[in-house]
């Protein structure tokens, strides 16, 4: 990658990029420049992510894209769009640990500089609640797909970090959700970036 300091990549769904608003309020944009307000010089992130997407789709288009190896940091957010389809935890966890070892290799081999976010529990947001998706249900099945997760990062040493609980307390505060309902604002992915921040910085100094 061109250009001086920390190179990275962010991997995901309509929660990485950030669907519904703008540019700079994407988690991965403001954990950028989190970091660069830390002493830590980062890049703007390179954004592979697409709302909708699920592991397999986002597989694709990684493979279509071909980043640039050797990234200072990568991120994945995935999943939801397995949930939501009803895809089960046995076709996750394949693919998943594909996108874990992926990732993995577009660090340059370095588990320890790729970082896995859980998934937000949809079924806590306005959208859920007008769907009239059962909240219990829905959030048993996401932590069926987070247990995978973290477990398949456990496995390969890559740092994990739950924000599910924070997706969990917005679920009354208006604020926390763009005006669809489902995908969350920027105040709540400015905590996201704040919950992930002081696990990526030890990674990058």
Known sequence: ????????????????????????????????????????????????????????????????????????????????????????????????RALLHQAIGFAGGRPGRVVVLSIPDWGQSPFGRRQGADPAATGAE???????????????????????TLTRAATTDRDQFTRNGLHYSGAQMRQWAGRVLPVVLPMLR
Do not use: K
């Open 1 to 96: 990658m061109a250009g001086p300091g920390v190179s990275f990549l962010a991997l995901g769904d309509s929660y990485t990029i950030g669907e519904g608003v703008a540019e700079a309020a994407r988690w991965p944009v403001q954990l950028a420049a989190l970091a660069r307000q830390q002493g830590v010089a980062m890049q703007q992130p390179t954004i592979i992510a697409r709302t909708g997407w699920t592991t397999a789709e986002l597989q694709d288009a990684t493979a279509e894209a071909r980043p640039a190896p050797a990234y200072g940091l990568v991120s994945l957010l995935i999943g939801v769009n397995n949930q939501y389809r009803g895809q089960g935890v046995g076709r996750y966890r394949p693919e998943f």
């Open 142 to 164: 996401i932590d069926q797909f987070n247990a995978v997760a973290q477990d398949e990062c456990r496995q390969a040493h890559v740092a994990y970090v739950n924000i599910t």
